[in-house]
């Protein structure tokens, strides 16, 4: 983890946020949610992936607290991805995410088209 901080190389970066994910490294949580921001996109949506991949209930208020701000689309969908694999406790999240987002979830990720 401490070669993410150290590196700006956005491959090595990327690999590295796809290899915690995979690991479902809980450890990794607070540099993922804290370098989430100052992260190109690219790298912002394979933390997404990973938090998801990772699947703790404490994911879900950084996931919530994210998705207004989500970029695309896609990254609205990753996002989506992320807080299913979060199983039973994406309930309370979604009870406070927008409408088009609930039907997401229920249409198995068939996103509608945002009103931006």
Not at 46 to 66: C, Q
Not at 77 to 103: E, M
């Amino acid at each position: 983890m401490e070669l993410f901080t150290q590196t700006s190389n956005v491959n090595i970066r990327g690999e590295i946020v796809d290899a915690l994910g995979a690991l479902q490294y809980k450890p990794a949580l607070p540099l993922l949610v804290s370098e989430f921001a100052s992260s190109s996109l690219q790298i912002q949506n394979k933390i997404i992936k990973a938090v998801g991949r990772i699947g703790r209930k404490e994911s879900l208020s950084f996931l919530k607290d994210i998705y207004p701000y989500a970029y695309n689309g896609d990254m609205e969908n990753n996002i989506i991805d992320a807080i299913k694999k979060c199983g039973g406790d994406c309930d309370k999240l979604l009870a406070v995410l927008p409408d088009r987002v609930k039907q997401a979830v229920n249409d198995n990720n068939v996103f509608p088209p945002a009103n931006k």
